[in-house]
């Protein structure tokens, strides 16, 4: 029996959202998926390692009909990352299709399976505008769906839908989050790149203006 699921992708956000979670409820698991992302070989041994750290229970999931079957510029089949800022037009082309509807769907049933009586999602207010399946009308009703589909056995909650990504750093920052042990650059490369819309987030949220952030950028 767990309190709770976090989905965690090795990323800033679930990475705070683990560590958050932890300090909060006795017994806590994880699970990751391997969707063909292009970064995905940079994210999932971070998130592998984070569970290790805090005595997390963790399994990955392979989805590769993902990267085989759905269009998106994330994705290891798709076309190049844009470069620019983290808005609209130029992230358009990474939303990868109902990928939180899939995901959450999987993490609901492991949950119910392993007695977890959360999922919890670390989507933030600044993916509203770009991704779908963020938005607060989607955690809505996917969240409604999750709890009729499981006889309110599981409940989904999204703890920073109403922060932004310097929130979740700040949170990260107080938690002793080493933000080392995170990866968020799209493009997936040994480096963060430091140009892509992620990477200038990235620096967005940890404050690189004021000397706080300690990611290494090709730049």
Known sequence: MFDCLVVLSGGMDSTVLLADSVSRYAKVAAVSFDYGSKHNGRELPLAKASCEKLG????????????????????SSGEEIPDGAYDEPTMKSTVVPFRNGIMLSIAAGYAESI?????????????????PDCRPEFNHAF??????GTDAKV?????????DKRDIGDKGRELGIDFHSTWTCYK??????????????RKYALRKDEGLDPTMYQE
């Open 56 to 75: 997390v229970p963790h399994r990955i999931i392979s989805l590769p009909f993902i990267n085989e079957l759905f269009s998106s510029s994330l994705l």
């Open 115 to 131: 007695g977890a009586a959360k999922v919890l999602l670390g989507s933030h207010a600044g993916d509203h505008f770009i991704y």
């Open 143 to 148: 969240a409604e769906a999750v709890k009729l």
């Open 155 to 163: 409940a989904l909650e999204f703890p920073y839908s109403r922060m």
């Open 188 to 201: 997936g490369d040994a480096v963060h790149c430091g140009v892509c819309g992620a990477c200038n987030e």
